[in-house]
């Protein structure tokens, strides 16, 4: 009791009820005989952000979180980064099944609500922190069987960690770094922040190797891998690409963030000596930048091939220097100067929907449909596109049996899609003939601007996703991620089609000849299964045929067939 009374409890509480969360703050902080420090996360992402930031001594989350975040997430982060955290499930009354899939998932306890809830939890927080304690020292535990079964466990570890350093620098090899890759990325779309990759190359190391030897060479390796260990997170990857090459994979972490790493850790380099008993040598170092969502990636192995082109740019530039990839490409200020895609448009308009969000959800959607239609009216051709999109794109959800809450915020998504185009200049919105290559780039950055846009506002998160991808294609060929098929949200999928649809119908009228209703459908068709989802399009058609705006016999129904039996048997 004693050690109860003088340590501090550090506790990361994730759980989505806001209320909850406020009464379990409460009741933490009014029991003084189990002290504790109570960190709070409302969704999953936070509470991984926060994990990577901070430390704790229990982790306790809730099993039940909107759909799209999922609490395993948390444990099997814990996981992969072997972090020595007891995780607490808490499950409602007659889901211990789902408990004990935890249990042998790696948590350390469960608690059923309403068992002291949350009177006692303090008390019972700090007995399960305490056994976590002591079954880490396995001796005072057990006798020769465990003994076995941990030596074994070391073994296959050992083997395990053997298979996936690089034998020189015991830093990540390059095999491990592209299935950490796939996995950091994957999460890093789903739950939607950044992720970094920085390149760093030691300069002129040839020279080292011809002059000195290669033993030399790999001394000054082994010293390099050592101060990217001292100066980088426990959550940041590092891994040998490939000769004096070495990659930074920087989870949550943006352009700014890893630009200001990759100028330290340059400094760092110019600043030692290296071999200081030995040769005293000085190296100096250049690194490549790539981040995810500001740059456009076709794919998760576009994050290092940028990164390394940026560094190729900074050799290129001198050596002992940062470049970023973004700087790689031709401003759009200096390709065409009017147009005008400003910072501080996107920070404007932020703070006008930030403002909004202040209100009713009712009172939102009305304001937005303003903030829409104000848009919308500097030009005849795309007035009404918006609530068009949004009112076919809710009918088309329910058609394909979606939930109402998830229709509804696909009806919100098809309202704010082109939002974006707010922070674009007028002078390309409403250019009557054909766009240039720099205008059409300029408008390809809508879906990223109006996710900017959206973020912030907590309760547009899912709409905010569905807008930044609403130009994907279903092969995979689309913007700004090269998302392809399920990856795609649904709604996202839906709304790509419905607004392919009206600009076709109504809304590109100001670009090309508009098309009957039949043409149209005939031609979203025809991109079935490449640009777009066959089954979405078969829910469109029937939602047109209800409104009795398509004839039974005025559509391609064989090309229609083709393109689902096609990706069916894919």
Known sequence: ???????????????????????????????????????????????????????????????????????????????????KVPFILMVERGEEARAHRALKSGA????????????????????????????????????????QNEKLLAVNEKLRELSIRDELTGLYNHRYLQERLTEEFTRAVRYGYP???????????????????????????????????????????????????????????????????????????????????????????????????????????DLVNFAERALFRAKASGRNRVSCYRDLLPSLGEVLPRI????????????????????????????????????ESKDPFT????????RLSMQIAEAMGLPLDEAEIIEHAGLLHDIGKICVSDEILLKPGRLTLAEYEAIKQHPYLGYRILKPIRFLHEEATLVLHHHEWFNGEGYPCRLRKNEIPVGARIIAVVDSYDTMRVAGGRYKKTMSV???VNELIACSGTQFDPEVVQACIQVLLMRKELGADAYNKDGLRQALETVSQK
């Open 340 to 375: 005008k895609i400003s910072e501080e448009k996107v920070i404007e308009f932020q703070k006008r929907l930030s403002e909004i969000a202040d209100s009713a959800r009712r009172g939102y959607i009305e304001s937005s449909k303003a903030l829409v239609m104000a848009l």
């Open 518 to 520: 039949p043409e149209t």
């Open 1 to 83: 009791m004693a050690a109860e009374k003088e340590k501090i409890l550090s506790i990361l509480l994730i759980d989505s009820d806001e209320s909850r969360r406020a009464l379990f703050q409460k009741q933490f902080s009014e029991d003084l005989e189990y002290k504790t420090s109570l960190d709070l996360a409302g969704t999953v992402r936070d509470a991984l952000k926060k994990i990577h930031e901070n430390s704790y001594h229990v982790i306790l989350g809730d099993s039940h979180f909107p759909e799209g975040e999922d609490i395993a997430d948390v444990l099997t982060e814990l996981n992969r980064t072997k972090a």
């Open 383 to 390: 007035a009404g596109h918006s609530s068009r999109v949004a």
């Open 195 to 301: 992720i970094s990759c920085l390149i760093l190359d030691l300069d002129h190391f040839r020279r080292v190797n011809d002059t000195l030897s290669h033993t030399v060479g790999d001394e000054v390796l082994k010293e390099a891998a050592g101060l990217l260990l001292e100066n980088c997170r426990l959550s940041d990857l590092i891994a040998r690409f490939g000769g004096e090459e070495f990659v930074i994979l920087l989870p949550h972490v943006d352009y700014q963030g890893a630009f200001e790493l990759g100028e330290r850790l340059l400094e760092l380099f110019a600043e030692k000596t290296f071999l200081p008993d030995s040769h005293q040598l000085t190296v100096t170092a250049s690194a490549g930048i790539a981040s995810f969502p500001d740059d456009t990636l076709k794919d998760r192995s």
């Open 108 to 147: 350390a306890d469960y608690l059923v609500r309403g068992d002291g809830e949350p009177k006692d939890l303090p008390k019972r927080l700090w007995t399960i922190y305490r056994n976590f304690e002591l079954s880490g020292r396995p001796g005072e535990l057990t006798g020769e069987i465990l003994n």
